[in-house]
């Protein structure tokens, strides 16, 4: 079965650090774009960062220079480096995998369930 | 990049047909056909619904179907039913080589 796990989430303070991490099964990770996407309390789903094929590396304005999108090949494992954070990174974050070759492309065909990231005083 | 344009929410009653919309510019939902849309139940994982803006994914009933004109993309549901009641989103690539999701539609299936 087609499966991505998020784990990582918590209560961080402001200004603090949190690494969440992704474990996809049955589909070999490096074989797609990941991304991360996250949806804040009440708020409407936003993407966050997306790793390439080759490694490349791609986020919005609202995280750049904060977050870091990486891989582990060995370990099938997708991670989001979070530093500097901000009331605002309060949300649920979503591992999703950018569907191609047999799989729909060009869209987000697989999400994990989230994990759930505070950031308050 | 801003967020695409959707209605907050739409409503129907079951059997009947909506459309919700999601407006975006030339430099993403008018310039690639790579517009998705998704349901999304709260506490439950999005689901692809459409893809590169007509498609159905394996699963998906043909009561969804998806459409562009310009800027403008739409996904329809046609034959309401209760369970079709959700937030849905739309996405897109863009020129920047970002996505960017829409606001989010609450559909009430009366």
């Known amino acids: 079965e087609v499966q991505l796990v998020e784990s990582g989430g918590g209560l961080v303070q402001p200004g603090g650090s949190l690494r969440l991490s992704c474990a996809a099964s049955?589909?070999?990770?490096?074989?797609?774009?990941m991304h991360w996407v996250r949806q804040g309390i009440g708020k409407g789903l936003e993407w966050v960062s997306a790793?390439?094929?080759?490694?490349?590396?791609y986020y919005p304005g609202s995280v750049k220079g904060r977050f870091t999108i990486s891989r582990e090949d060995a370990k099938n494992s997708l991670y989001l480096q979070m530093n500097s954070l901000r009331v605002g990174d309060t949300a649920v974050y979503y591992c999703?995998?950018?569907?191609?070759?047999?799989?729909?492309?060009?869209?987000?065909?697989?999400w994990g369930q989230g994990t759930m990231v505070t950031v308050s005083s | 990049q801003s967020a695409l344009t959707q209605p907050a929410s739409v409503s129907g009653s079951p059997g009947q047909s909506i459309t919700i919309s999601c407006i975006g510019t030339?430099?993403?939902?008018?310039?690639?056909?790579?517009v998705s849309w998704y349901q999304h139940h709260p506490g439950k994982a999005p689901k692809l619904m459409i893809y590169?803006?007509?498609n159905r994914p394996s699963g998906v009933s043909n009561r969804f179907s998806g459409s562009k004109s310009g800027n403008t993309a739409s996904l329809t549901i046609s034959g309401l039913q209760a369970e079709d009641e959700a937030d849905y989103y739309c996405s897109s690539y863009t020129s920047s080589s970002t996505w960017v999701f829409g606001g989010g539609t609450r559909l009430t299936v009366l």
């Open positions: 049955g589909f070999t990770l490096s074989s797609y774009d």
């Open positions: 790793i390439g094929l080759a490694g490349d590396t």
């Open positions: 999703a995998r950018l569907g191609g070759g047999a799989a729909p492309g060009n869209a987000f065909d697989v």
């Open positions: 590169e803006v007509i």
């Open positions: 030339s430099s993403d939902v008018g310039g690639y056909n790579y």
